[in-house]
């Protein structure tokens, strides 16, 4: 911790122009056009706004956006098996996991028991991304996914079929060095 | 006893058909102007200002209003309804009232009759615009007065107080101009100009004027009247829909009322520099487009500028414009008595 109240070396005077008299109204009058002149070549430079809708600024791989389910690309089986650790390591709570045995003639996942249920309310979520790290088959992964917004609450609560599918637009994804 | 002359040479026909033209053409700069400072002001911040309505946003100001006159219209339970209702009118009565006055071009010969590009040749052409900055005083006064709310009333005390200072100044920097061109009529003012304006012999006098301006049409850095941050809106913080829309107009058009006059006091109106003749239609271009030149120094310190602290205000007025404004005249009356 630095002292108070502050050295004089430490302490950056900027000194105002002086009140009254002719050198007071003098600066003051530069002070005016040089902030007139800021302005002016401000409206030169190139403009900072990202018109959202149409154009999107790409996330980052390790963006945690809207989780995802993932099926086995050769066998199309389900990779969950039902566990319920990523509803065990949810901090806020939001997923509901409910476990269904699988049987020769209606087989859904890769595993001995599959999920019958698996709902996420994304109006709870955190979008911490423990559920990611606590499945064993890195059957739920963060998708890039942020563009949510709905007019119901219960319309935020993603089934299955949903977290299963791909999602209708993609966010744009950053690539390696951008 | 003939206290002012009104020159004018027109048939009556004629007469009514300028005041239909001049109103419609001075009501249409005012969408352009909020657009030009809602644009010009998000240029500077490095944003692209409105650009959803329309193309590049044209039709803003349309939606702007249209929203604004389908708004319910309401007021506090303390308000006085009637001078609550009537304020708004004042401030943009006010402020038409003065485009009457202000020349757009020289005498043109239009359908056989002699017609002087103004609505009227006023012989008081300054003492008419003060009187009716006067007034539009009241409309500022009385609307947040009569609305009976904290904020309306502070910021209508400021206004009373920065108007009637500022007014002073904005006075004794048209003496100087005056003098010089003796005659009091704006278009014997710009008659005067074809040699040179008087931006160069009256610059001090322009500066005054200008930074006067923004006081009285309360566009910032002077806009303490408004002053969103401490006062929520000012005087019109408990208007909305067709009454606000009927002061935002009004704010925008004092502006472009005042840069209408700065054009035909400083800027010599209709005439161009170096000597060039243009034909006699092309005028009123000229007038308009030196506005515009007017309104965007508005618009480029507001988006300058910080707004004034309420003691700096009064200082800046009485102590630095008013003593120069003074100062100007009294040398400008020496020097015309000495080269007469």
């Known amino acids: 911790m630095s002292p108070w109240p502050p050295s004089a070396e430490e302490l950056h005077v900027v000194d105002g122009p002086d009140p009254g008299g002719a050198g007071g109204f003098y600066r003051a009058f530069g002070e005016t056009l040089r902030g007139l002149k800021t302005t002016l070549r401000q409206s030169v430079a190139p ?132 | 006893m003939i206290l002012a002359n009104v020159l004018y040479y027109e048939p009556w026909w004629m007469q009514i058909a300028k005041a239909v033209v001049i109103f419609a053409v001075g009501l249409q700069i005012v969408p352009v102007a909020l657009m030009a400072d809602r644009k010009v002001m998000g240029r500077m911040q490095n944003r692209y200002g409105p650009n ?76 008419y615009l003060f009187a009716f900055g006067a007034v539009a005083f009241y409309g500022i006064m009385l609307g947040g007065w009569s609305s009976g709310s904290k904020y309306s009333f502070l910021g209508a005390m400021r206004a009373a107080a920065q108007l009637i200072s500022y007014e002073v100044s904005q006075g004794l920097a048209l003496v100087g101009v005056v003098m010089t061109a003796q005659s009091l009529s704006l278009v014997d003012i710009v008659k005067a100009q074809a040699g040179m304006w008087y931006i160069v012999p009256q610059f001090v006098g322009f500066i005054i004027f200008l930074v006067a301006s923004f006081a009285e049409t309360n566009r910032p850095p002077f806009d303490l009247v408004e002053a969103d941050g401490e006062l929520v809106g000012g005087y019109n913080t408990e208007y909305g829909g067709g009454r606000f829309a009927t002061y935002y107009f009004a704010e925008y058009l004092n502006m472009i009322v005042a840069s209408f006059i700065m054009v035909t006091v400083f800027l010599g109106g209709w005439w161009l520099p170096f000597g060039i003749h ?63």
């Open chain 1, 47 to 178: 403009i900072e706004t990202v018109a959202y809708p149409e154009e999107k600024i790409p996330v980052y791989p390790r963006f945690r956006g809207r989780h995802r389910l993932h099926k086995f690309e050769d066998t199309g089986l389900e990779k969950c098996v039902g566990c319920s650790l990523c509803a065990a390591a949810c901090p806020s709570d939001c997923i509901r996991v409910v476990a269904a045995e699988n049987t020769p003639e209606n087989r859904v996942s890769a595993g001995e028991r599959y999920a019958a249920v698996y709902e996420i309310n994304l109006s709870r979520c955190i979008f911490c991304g423990y559920c990611e790290v606590a499945c064993p088959f890195d059957a739920i992964t963060m998708g890039n996914d942020y563009e949510m917004s709905d007019y119901n609450r219960h319309d935020l609560i993603f089934t299955k079929e949903m977290l299963l599918a791909e999602p209708f637009e993609r966010t744009p994804l950053r690539g390696e060095g951008e």
């Open chain 2, 52 to 127: 959803r309505v329309g193309p590049f946003g044209a039709l803003t100001p349309i939606a702007d209003i249209g929203k604004l006159l389908f708004k319910q219209q309401f007021r506090p339970r303390t308000s006085i309804g009637w001078l609550f209702a009537i304020a708004p009118l004042i401030s943009i009565i006010t402020a038409v009232a003065a485009l009457a006055i202000v020349p757009f071009g020289d005498v043109q010969d239009i359908f056989g009759t002699k017609t002087g590009l103004y609505g009227v040749d006023a012989s008081i052409g300054p003492l």
């Open chain 2, 278 to 340: 243009p034909p006699g239609w092309v005028e009123p271009i000229v007038v308009i487009g030196k506005t515009m030149v007017f309104i965007f120094i508005f618009v480029w310190a507001r988006a300058s500028f910080p707004r004034l602290r309420y003691d700096q205000l009064m200082s800046l007025g009485w102590k630095v414009l008013l003593p120069l404004a003074t100062l100007n005249a009294l040398v400008t009356a020496i020097i015309v008595v000495v080269t007469d």
